[in-house]
């Protein structure tokens, strides 16, 4: 079993950042691949970020590349989504979650733990 907690949401301007914070306990971290989502209201979850256990390979949606940037810190266990340049479009949900799926998978079918979201909002 893998715990995910999210922290870091809040309320933002357009052109503001944020960063988002996942911290995971229980079994190896470093042994699963990590991806953030998000869904907005009336809207399917969808695929925002990821990254491969060493952090060597990443992967981002079309709508944030350029501006968003996932990382990991191994040692404290922890996941990072660096949002710059945000939007109203941004406003969501976003969930961290962990993949025992080797390569960048986009497909939330496909990502067996889940972290209970944390809300960001982008004011225009």
């Known amino acids: 079993q893998v715990q995910l907690v999210e922290s870091g949401g809040g309320l933002v301007q357009a052109g503001g950042s944020l960063r988002l914070s996942c911290t995971a306990s229980?079994?190896?971290?470093?042994?699963?691949?990590m991806g953030w989502f998000r869904q907005a209201p009336g809207k399917e979850r969808e695929f925002v970020a990821a990254?491969?256990?060493?952090?060597?390979?990443?992967n981002y949606a079309d709508s944030v590349k350029g501006r968003f940037t996932i990382s990991r810190d191994n040692a404290k266990n922890t996941v990072y989504l660096q949002m710059n340049s945000l939007k109203p479009s941004d406003t969501a949900v976003y969930y961290c979650?962990?993949?025992?799926?080797?390569?960048?998978?986009?497909?939330?079918?496909?990502?067996?733990?889940w972290g209970q979201g944390t809300q960001v909002t982008v004011s225009a």
């Open positions: 229980g079994r190896s971290f470093s042994s699963y691949g």
């Open positions: 979650a962990a993949s025992s799926i080797e390569g960048l998978p986009t497909a939330s079918h496909t990502y067996t733990y």
């Open positions: 990254i491969n256990w060493t952090g060597g390979k990443l």
